[in-house]
C-alpha cells in the first residue's frame, strides 16, 4: 500500500500536520502516533459542544484518544460523498450529500421516515418538539360502536351506580319466590319508614335508598312502568329511556336475564374500548420511538459533522490556537481576564490546582491564577491567565479582576496565585532598576522606622525619667540638662560629618564616573549604552532565554491533557494575547481636567537656569580637580 503524502506546515514555530482537506482526513488512520499534537484530551472544562464530545468519546471515560478520532473519522468519511464538506463546519446538510455507502443507510432511512431532504440542527431541534403532536394526530384504529349511541357513556355509569341494588332485587324476589311468607320480611321495612318521618324527608335521600329498588315480586320480573325507589328513580330512568326501551322497548317489565344481557353488552364494549386505546397507545409508542430514532440518528450525525473539524484543529496539530480568525479560538480558551489595565485573552480553566503546582511552572509563561464567581449562575471556578505583556508592579495575591467568559458572562475574579517569569524584553530592561529601587526604599524605609522607634523610645524614657525626679532637689554638681545639650550637638555634628562624608564620596564618584566618559570622547554614547547593558544585559538575556521557550503544554498537562508536541508560545504570537491600555495624548486630556497642574509662567526658564547652574557646578568641579586639561593648559 502506497503512502498517503502528507504536507506539514510550521504552526507556532513546530512543524506540524497540515488538515488541509476531506484528504487529510480520510487518511488520518496512517499518521504516524509520534506526529500528533495530542494523545488524549478530556471533554470537561472545554468551550465545545458537550454532546459531540460525549459522541466522540466511544468507551465514556471521559477523555478522547488518537483511536476514537480515527474511528470518527473514517465514519464521516464513508458516510459523505465529498469528505472536504467537513472542513465547511456547518451545521446543515442535504440528504443528497450522502453517500451510498451501508454507513449512510441508517441516515436515509430515518430521512424517508421524517419525510425530509434537508436537515439542520434547528430543524432537529423543531422536529424533536413537534414529533409527539405529530404522532398524536395520526390515524388510529377504528373506535368500537356505542350501542346505545351518544347516551352510553351515561347508561354504563348509571348501570354501575345500580347493579348492586338490582341484584338485591332479584335475590328478594327469588325469596319472596320460594317462601310467600317472607313478602312482608323482604319488602320496605315500615320501621325504617317510621323512623324518618319527623324529618325532613328530602334531606332523607341516603336513608331512603337502603330501601329496595322497587316492590319484589314472586314473579321474579323488576318493573319499567311501576313505581321504583324516588332515591334511585332518576338513575333508573337512564338506563331505562336509552338502554331498556332500545332492546325491550314493548315490555312493562324485565327478566334477570333480559338485564344481565344488557350489562353484559356494555361490559363488552367497555373492554373493546379498553383494549382500543391500549392498541393506540403501542402504536403511537411505537411510531414516536421511531421517530425520535430518526430525529437522534441526524442529530448525531449533524453534530458530528459540524464540530469535527474544529476538534481536529485542537488536537492533531493545534491550528485553532495560533489562527488569526477570533471565530475559531482554541478548545481550551475559556475567555478573557481583565486585570490592572490589560486584557489577557488567553485564560483556561483549571480543573484540579493541586496538579498545577510544579507542572504549570515549566511552562515559563506568567502566570495569575483567579477564583471567580458568578452572581448569575451562583457558580465558582478557577482560571489561569497568561501575563505576556505591560509591567506586573500593581499584581498581587487577593487583587480583585473581571472574568468575562465566552459566553460574555461577566464573573467576580480575585487572584489565589502568581507563577512569575518574563513577560517581555521591554519588562527584563527596568526589572534591575525597579528592583534596586525597591531595595533602597525598603532600606530607607526601614532605617527611618528604626530611627522612629529609637527616638519614640528616648523620648519615652526621657519623660519617664523627668516625671521620675520630679520634686527632687537638684544635684548642682551634674547639670543635667546642659550635658544633655551637650551631648545631642556633639551627636549631630557627627551626623553632619557623615553626611558630608557620604556627599564626598559620592560626588567622588560622580567625578571618576564623569572622567571616565568624556575621556571616551565621540564614543561617550556607546560607553553609556554599554553600562546600561552591563547592569540590564543579564536580566535580558535570561528573559529572551526563556520567552522563546514558552510552553502551554505543561498548563495543559495540569489540566488532563496528553500534549504530545511543543505548544510554543513566541513573543511575537505572545504579544497578541494580552493587550494593554491605550489612551490619546495626555496633554490635550489635562486641559479637561479641573485638578490638572496650573502652568505657571517662567517655570520653564527657571527649569533651563537650574540644569545650566548644575552644569556649571559639574564643569567646575572638573576644573578645580583637575580633570578637563584642555582648560587648565
Request: hydrophobic share 50%; with cysteine.
Amino acid at each position: 500500500m502506497e503512502k498517503y503524502n502528507w504536507k506539514f506546515a510550521s504552526i507556532g514555530g513546530v512543524a506540524r500536520v497540515s488538515i488541509a482537506s476531506g484528504e487529510d482526513i480520510k487518511h488520518l488512520a496512517e499518521l504516524d502516533g509520534k506526529l500528533w499534537t495530542v494523545l488524549s484530551m478530556p471533554i470537561k472544562a472545554l468551550e465545545f459542544d458537550a454532546k459531540t464530545l460525549a459522541l466522540v468519546d466511544k468507551d465514556n471515560d471521559g477523555k478522547i484518544r488518537m483511536n476514537e478520532i480515527v474511528e470518527t473519522s473514517q465514519y464521516l468519511c464513508k458516510v459523505l460523498k465529498n469528505a472536504d464538506d467537513l472542513l465547511k463546519r456547518e451545521d446543515h446538510l442535504s440528504l443528497s450529500a450522502l453517500s451510498d455507502a451501508p454507513e449512510s443507510q441508517a441516515l436515509v432511512a430515518a430521512a424517508n421516515l421524517l419525510e425530509k431532504t434537508e436537515f439542520s440542527l434547528a430543524d432537529v431541534a423543531a422536529l424533536n418538539a413537534g414529533v409527539a403532536a405529530g404522532v398524536a394526530a395520526q390515524e388510529v384504529p377504528q373506535a368500537p360502536v356505542a350501542p346505545y349511541g351518544d347516551h352510553t357513556a351515561a347508561v354504563i355509569a348509571a348501570v354501575d351506580a345500580l347493579k348492586a341494588k338490582v341484584a338485591d332485587f332479584f335475590m328478594r324476589c327469588q325469596l319472596i319466590a320460594f317462601n310467600e311468607n317472607c313478602a312482608a320480611a323482604v319488602d320496605t321495612s315500615l320501621a325504617k319508614i317510621t323512623a324518618i318521618t319527623d324529618k325532613d324527608m328530602s334531606a332523607c335521600v341516603a336513608e331512603i335508598a337502603q330501601c329496595p329498588l322497587a316492590q319484589p315480586n314472586k314473579d321474579l320480573l323488576l318493573p319499567l312502568t311501576k313505581v321504583i325507589n324516588p332515591a334511585l328513580a332518576a338513575s333508573f330512568e337512564v338506563i331505562r329511556a336509552n338502554a331498556l326501551a332500545v332492546d325491550y322497548p314493548e315490555a312493562e317489565a324485565i327478566t334477570q336475564e333480559q338485564w344481565l344481557a344488557v350489562v353484559a353488552k356494555l361490559s363488552a364494549y367497555t373492554a373493546a374500548v379498553e383494549a382500543q386505546a391500549k392498541e393506540v397507545a403501542a402504536i403511537q409508542d411505537k411510531t414516536l420511538a421511531e421517530k425520535k430514532a430518526a430525529i437522534d440518528v441526524w442529530d448525531n450525525f449533524l453534530h458530528l459533522y459540524r464540530d469535527f473539524h474544529r476538534l481536529l484543529c485542537n488536537f492533531v496539530n493545534m491550528s485553532d490556537f495560533y489562527t488569526k480568525d477570533v471565530a475559531k479560538q482554541a478548545v481550551f480558551m475559556a475567555g478573557k481576564l481583565l486585570i490592572d489595565q490589560r486584557c489577557c485573552e488567553l485564560c483556561i480553566e483549571v480543573t484540579d490546582m493541586s496538579k498545577h503546582g510544579d507542572m504549570a511552572g515549566l511552562s515559563g509563561m506568567y502566570l495569575v491564577y483567579c477564583a471567580c464567581t458568578s452572581k448569575v449562575k451562583n457558580q465558582t471556578r478557577n482560571i489561569v491567565a497568561v501575563l505576556t505583556d505591560g509591567d506586573v508592579d500593581g499584581l498581587r495575591v487577593g487583587k480583585n479582576a473581571v472574568f468575562y467568559d465566552r459566553n460574555g458572562l461577566d464573573w467576580d475574579a480575585v487572584i489565589t496565585k502568581i507563577i512569575d517569569n518574563p513577560i517581555s524584553i521591554a519588562q527584563a530592561f527596568w526589572s534591575p532598576y525597579k528592583k534596586l529601587g525597591r531595595w533602597i526604599s525598603e532600606k530607607i524605609n526601614k532605617a527611618a522606622s528604626d530611627k522612629e522607634s529609637k527616638i519614640t523610645k528616648d523620648l519615652t524614657a526621657g519623660t519617664d525619667k523627668v516625671v521620675a525626679n520630679a520634686g527632687k532637689p537638684a544635684d548642682a554638681k551634674a547639670p543635667a540638662a546642659n550635658t544633655a545639650q551637650a551631648f545631642d550637638i556633639a551627636k549631630f555634628c557627627g551626623i553632619f560629618a557623615a553626611i558630608g562624608m557620604a556627599i564626598g564620596y559620592i560626588g567622588g564618584f560622580l567625578t571618576q564616573f564623569a572622567q571616565g566618559l568624556l575621556s571616551l570622547g565621540w564614543l561617550m554614547p556607546l560607553g553609556i549604552i554599554a553600562i546600561f547593558l552591563l547592569i540590564s544585559g543579564p536580566s535580558m538575556f535570561i528573559a529572551w532565554s526563556k520567552l522563546k521557550k514558552r510552553d502551554l503544554g505543561p498548563v495543559l498537562n495540569a489540566n488532563g491533557w496528553a500534549i504530545n508536541a511543543r505548544i510554543l508560545v513566541n513573543m511575537a504570537f505572545g504579544a497578541t494575547l494580552t493587550s494593554l491600555a491605550k489612551y490619546p495624548n495626555v496633554m490635550i486630556m489635562a486641559a479637561q481636567d479641573p485638578y490638572a497642574k496650573k502652568k505657571k509662567k517662567g517655570v520653564a526658564w527657571i527649569w533651563i537656569f537650574a540644569i545650566l547652574f548644575l552644569l556649571i557646578g559639574f564643569a567646575a568641579a572638573l576644573y578645580f580637580t583637575g580633570n578637563l586639561p584642555f582648560l587648565n593648559k
